[in-house]
């Protein structure tokens, strides 16, 4: 990602939302360091880290629910098995 897309995301706070909208967590981390090492505005760092942390929160329940589904067939499979 180049430096003039990060500064257009980083703009204004309407920007930042809606370049938001459409970023995956590895881009969130690329524009967290950005702002963090230059205008290092509060209330935009905090935003996008509320972005990552909602992304991964996704991420986790999606593993988590997998999970679970796999255990319970494994212990349907079981249970016709014995």
Known sequence: ?????????????????????????SECLILLDFER??????????????????LRRGMERKALSEHARTQRVERKAKKRRA
């Open 1 to 25: 990602m180049a430096a003039p897309e990060l500064d257009l995301a980083l703009k204004n706070w309407t920007a930042l939302n809606i370049w938001l909208k459409g970023a995956d967590l």
């Open 37 to 54: 090492n230059h205008a290092a505005r509060r209330e935009f760092l905090l935003r996008i880290h509320a972005r990552m942390n909602r």
